[in-house]
Every structure is written in structure tokens, then in C-alpha cells.
């Protein structure tokens, strides 16, 4: 099954989307910082990433900017979520194949994250 990487500062968001995902089938890797999260996707190379924007070392435009640099991941799908900073990084279709503002649907994420999947695996 999919590798879904979820990065948020926040523990309870974070716990909240993993056992979603869990739920469905999906296997499921977290960080609590951009840093990490960059590490985890360079060993781990997962099939999507969701990630928050506020976040301590390295915020998640940060992190998803330098995965589209990288060509071993640039390919990797990566979901935002966001508070106030929606409408600061809604136009970056250059980095984020969607954007969620917190509180988000969970069957929504969960939904995206499904189809992002299925579009890689074919």
C-alpha cells in the first residue's frame, strides 16, 4: 500500500489524520518539522506528502519548494494544510497539487490523498 508522509507540529492534527489513513489502508510516516520530514522523504520516498505551513525549522512552502528541487522527489504529490496562510500559497500549483484550510474535511484530505495516489500508480 501508498506511503503517506504527514508533517505538522501539531500532534493531535497529526494523530487525528494518521489513524484516517491507517483506516483506509494506507501506511502512514510522520514528522514534526520540515527538517525531518525532508530527511524521511529522501530515505523513505513516500507517494504523498501532507504537510502544515507553520511549523518550526523549516516551514512546509520551505520543505515542498526544496522537494521540487530535488529531482529524486519532485515528483512526490504534496497536500498543504494551512490556517491563515491559505490564500498566501493557493496559487502555488508549482508545489502543492492541493491546499486545506484548517479545520479541514478529513474524508476530503483523505479522498485526495487516495486520488493522488491512484494518478501515480498508473
Known amino acids: 500500500m501508498a506511503l503517506i508522509l504527514i508533517v505538522d507540529d501539531e500532534l493531535s492534527l497529526t494523530d487525528f489524520l494518521e489513524h484516517a489513513l491507517l483506516d483506509v489502508g494506507f501506511e502512514v510516516m510522520k514528522a514534526g518539522d520540515g527538517v525531518r520530514a525532508l530527511h524521511i522523504a529522501s ?5 504523498v506528502v501532507v504537510t502544515d505551513f ?22 512526490i504529490p504534496a497536500i498543504l ?12 500549483a508549482d508545489l502543492f497539487d492541493a ?24
Open 43 to 47: 530515505v523513505h520516498h513516500p507517494d
Open 99 to 122: 491546499v486545506f484550510d484548517k479545520p479541514y474535511n478529513l474524508d476530503s484530505v483523505v479522498d485526495v490523498v487516495r486520488n493522488l495516489c491512484e494518478q501515480n500508480s498508473q
Open 54 to 75: 507553520m511549523m518550526p525549522m523549516k516551514t512546509g512552502l520551505e520543505l515542498t519548494a526544496e522537494m521540487r528541487a530535488d529531482p529524486a522527489l519532485r515528483d
Open 81 to 92: 494544510t494551512t490556517g491563515a496562510q491559505g490564500a498566501e500559497v493557493r496559487g502555488r
